[in-house]
């Protein structure tokens, strides 16, 4: 079911009207396997929960890998200036 109906189905459940910024959401993904742009309120729920798991784990292997080379760097530099410093004699 798509996220659109999800929503108006959930007001009719809840008796809670959708935040209007929900409403108006245009933001669009790009499918990969039908090479096109879709609106994510167009999307099913299924589809839109493994697009997030998708970039949630991207997002996170990126970042862990910054990390190690923040590390490698600042390694780096720092045998870098203790061997321009007088701290090896």
């Not at 499918?31 to 096109?36: A, G, T």
């Not at 798991?53 to 292997?61: G, Q, R, S």
Request: a negative charge; proline letters at 2%; glycine letters at 2%.
């Amino acid at each position: 079911m798509q996220i659109r109906k999800l929503l108006a189905l959930q007001e009719i459940i809840e008796g809670r009207t959708t935040p209007c910024d929900l409403i108006k959401c245009d933001i669009e993904y790009y499918s990969l396997s039908k090479q096109m742009h879709i609106p994510i309120m167009d999307m099913h729920l299924t589809h839109l929960i493994r697009v997030f798991i998708n970039l949630y784990t991207d997002k996170k292997e990126i970042n862990e890998e910054k990390i190690i080379k923040i590390k490698e760097d600042l390694i780096k530099e720092f045998d870098r200036q203790m061997s321009k410093s007088n701290w090896n004699e």
